[in-house]
C-alpha cells in the first residue's frame, strides 16, 4: 500500500472517530429531535401523554449510545448490546402502540441519527468516505435492532391475548358457579363486560354449539376449534354501549353473557344475534344457538344458563336459533309437551289441522289472525288480506269439521293448542317450527295467499 493510499485511510479513519465523537457528546440533542420527528411523522406517537414521549426518549438515548459503541468499537451489535428492547416492546404494546407505528419509530430514529452522521461528515473526500462507510454497520445495527424489537411487541401481544382468554374464561366459570367476582383481575374483567356486581344489569345468556353435517370448515379437531373460536369472536362483538359481550370456548359450547343496554330491547340482541349466525352460515360455520330469558343482575346467570342449554332442544340438527325472549309461556310449554297432552287432542282438530297443511294452512293462519285479533272478523281479514266474507266462510267450515266456535274462549284455546302442538312436533321442519312461534313471539300474523272465492 502506498504512503498515499496509507494517508488517506487514515484520514477517513480519523473522520470517522470524530463524528462518532461528536454524536456522542450531542446524544441529548440527538435524542430529542428524533422524539420530536417520530412525533411529527406518527400520528399515534402524538397522541401519548408527556410519560411515553420521556419512555421513548430515554430508548432512543439508550439506542444511540448502544449504537455509538458498537460503531466505535468496530464490531457487530449482538443481542446483549439491545437486550433493553424487549421491556420496552411490551410497554408499547401495552400502550396500544400499533407494531407497524413502533417499527416506523425505528425507521425515523435511524434516519434522524443518517442525517446527523451526513451533517457533520462535513463536505471534505475523508469526511464523506467516512460516512459512506457507516451506512453498512448502521442498516445491520437497525435491521438487527427492529427485527428483536418485532419479536418481542408480538410475543407480549400473544401473551396478552392468552391472558385475556384465561381471564374471561375464569370469570365465566366464577358467574356460572354463581359466585361473585369481588377484587382484582376478575372484577375488573367482569366491569369491562358490563358485568358489575352489584348491578342488577340486565343481560341474556347464549349457548352455541357446531350444527350440521361436517365441512371443509369444521371436519376434524383442529378445523371445529378454529370454527368454535372464529364464531366465538364473532358473538363477543354484538356488545353494545362500548362494553364487548363476555364470550368464551368452554369445551365443545360457547357461552357468551351480552349485557342489554340502555334502550335495548332482548328481541333487539336477539336480532343481533340472528344476524351473526347468518354471517357465519354464509362462512361455511354452521351454528345452534339457545338464548335465555332476559336475567337482572349476575346471581341470576347460572338459571339463565340452563335455559339456554335447555332451549337448544327446540333447535333443528342443521342449527338455528332458539330465543326464548321471542318465544311465549304458551308456545314454550307446547313446544315442551309430550305425546299425552297430544292424545288429549280431539281427532277431529288433529285431522283438520293435519289437512290444512298439506293445503297450504289457510284455515290455521285464519285461527291464528282470529286470535291475534281479539275475535274481531274484519281485523282478522285485514290481517290475512282477504274479504271479511272469506274470513266468514273459513270459520264456519273450521266449526263444521270440529265442533269448535272461534268466538267461544275455551274452543279457541283448545284449537290454539293443538296448532301449537302440531307445530312442535319433532317430525316437522324445525325451522318451520321455531319460524313460527318467533313470529308469534314478535305479535306477527301468519299470511297466507288463498285460492278461496271472495
Given at each position: ?5 496509507r494517508t488517506v485511510e487514515a484520514a477517513v479513519r480519523a473522520e470517522r472517530t470524530r463524528i462518532l465523537s461528536e454524536l456522542l457528546d450531542d446524544l441529548p440533542k440527538l435524542a430529542d429531535a428524533a422524539v420530536a420527528t417520530m412525533r411529527e411523522e406518527i400520528p ?11 419512555d421513548v426518549r430515554d430508548q432512543v438515548a439508550r439506542h444511540y449510545r448502544a449504537k455509538l459503541g458498537v460503531l466505535l468499537e468496530e464490531r457487530t451489535v449482538t443481542y446483549e448490546d439491545i437486550a433493553f428492547t424487549r421491556r420496552a416492546a411490551m410497554r408499547r ?356 295467499s288463498s285460492h278461496e272465492p271472495r
Amino acid at each position: 500500500m502506498s504512503t498515499g493510499s496509507r494517508t488517506v485511510e487514515a484520514a477517513v479513519r480519523a473522520e470517522r472517530t470524530r463524528i462518532l465523537s461528536e454524536l456522542l457528546d450531542d446524544l441529548p440533542k440527538l435524542a430529542d429531535a428524533a422524539v420530536a420527528t417520530m412525533r411529527e411523522e406518527i400520528p399515534a406517537y402524538e397522541a401519548q401523554g408527556p410519560a411515553f414521549h420521556a419512555d421513548v426518549r430515554d430508548q432512543v438515548a439508550r439506542h444511540y449510545r448502544a449504537k455509538l459503541g458498537v460503531l466505535l468499537e468496530e464490531r457487530t451489535v449482538t443481542y446483549e448490546d439491545i437486550a433493553f428492547t424487549r421491556r420496552a416492546a411490551m410497554r408499547r404494546a401495552r400502550a396500544g402502540v400499533a407494531l407497524a407505528d413502533y417499527i416506523n419509530a425505528f425507521r425515523v430514529g435511524q434516519q434522524v441519527f443518517w442525517e446527523a452522521v451526513v451533517e457533520r461528515a462535513g463536505h471534505t473526500y475523508a469526511g464523506r468516505e467516512a460516512a459512506l462507510a457507516l451506512a453498512t454497520p448502521l442498516m445491520r445495527y437497525c435491521d438487527f435492532a427492529s427485527t428483536h424489537a418485532a419479536n418481542a411487541y408480538m410475543e407480549f401481544q400473544q401473551y396478552a391475548a392468552a391472558e385475556a382468554v384465561r381471564e374471561s374464561r375464569d370469570l365465566l366459570e366464577t358467574l356460572l358457579a354463581g359466585a361473585v367476582p369481588t377484587r382484582g383481575r376478575e372484577l375488573a374483567a367482569a366491569q369491562a363486560h358490563g358485568l358489575a356486581p352489584d348491578a342488577r344489569t340486565p343481560l341474556l345468556v347464549v349457548t352455541a354449539v357446531l350444527a350440521g353435517p361436517p365441512n371443509e370448515v369444521t371436519t376434524g379437531p383442529d378445523r371445529g376449534a378454529d370454527a368454535r373460536h372464529a364464531a366465538c369472536a364473532a358473538i363477543a362483538r354484538t356488545g353494545g354501549n362500548g362494553t364487548r359481550t363476555l364470550s368464551v370456548v368452554r369445551q365443545s359450547e360457547i357461552v357468551a353473557i351480552p349485557v342489554l343496554g340502555p334502550g335495548t330491547a332482548p328481541e333487539e340482541l336477539c336480532d343481533r344475534l340472528q344476524a351473526v349466525l347468518d354471517s357465519l352460515a354464509a362462512e361455511g360455520i354452521r351454528l345452534a344457538m339457545g338464548i335465555s330469558t332476559v336475567s337482572f343482575g349476575t346471581a341470576q346467570i347460572p338459571q339463565a344458563y340452563q335455559e339456554a342449554r335447555a332451549v337448544l332442544d327446540f333447535v333443528p340438527e342443521e342449527g338455528g336459533v332458539a330465543a326464548l325472549p321471542r318465544i311465549t309461556p304458551f308456545q314454550y310449554l307446547a313446544l315442551k309437551a309430550d305425546d299425552t297432552a297430544r292424545h288429549l287432542v280431539d281427532p277431529r282438530i288433529t285431522a283438520l289441522l293435519a289437512e290444512d297443511r298439506a293445503r297450504g294452512g289457510v284455515l290455521t293462519a285464519t285461527i291464528r289472525a282470529f286470535a291475534a285479533a281479539d275475535l274481531n272478523l274484519r281485523a282478522a281479514a285485514e290481517r290475512l288480506q282477504i274479504h271479511p266474507n272469506t274470513a266468514q266462510y273459513r270459520l264456519r267450515r273450521i266449526q263444521e269439521r270440529t265442533g269448535r266456535s272461534l268466538r267461544s274462549i275455551n274452543d279457541l284455546v283448545e284449537l290454539l293448542v293443538a296448532i301449537a302442538l302440531q307445530d312442535s312436533l319433532p317430525t316437522n321442519d324445525g325451522r318451520e317450527r321455531l319460524a313460527t312461534a318467533t313470529n308469534e313471539g314478535r305479535g306477527r300474523a301468519d299470511v297466507r295467499s288463498s285460492h278461496e272465492p271472495r
